[in-house]
């Protein structure tokens, strides 16, 4: 969407992509949050401690920066701001 579309908003995904993983009754495969952020995602529902701790594991490895994660935090804010005008 980014770089074919040049969109500039939030990206959320999905309830039925982002299901929990350990759920039998997704017919989609378990989704991965860091390749998701990575790829552009800006907000995963419905999001786990999995998840969480998926994060905190690449931030620890330094393969996840926080200015990354916040620079996709900032989509968030951004959309929450502009629907409280």
């Not at 907000?43 to 916040?70: A, C, H, W």
């Amino acid at each position: 969407m980014r770089n074919e579309w040049n969109f500039t908003g939030l990206i959320m995904s999905d309830w039925s992509i982002s299901f929990n993983p350990q759920s039998k009754y997704s017919i989609y495969p378990p989704q991965n949050v860091f390749d998701n952020i990575i790829g552009g995602n800006n907000l995963m529902m419905p999001g786990s401690n999995i998840d969480y701790n998926y994060l905190i594991e690449k931030l620890n490895q330094k393969v996840l920066t926080r200015d990354f994660l916040l620079r996709c935090a900032s989509k968030v804010y951004d959309t929450i701001e502009l629907l409280n005008k």
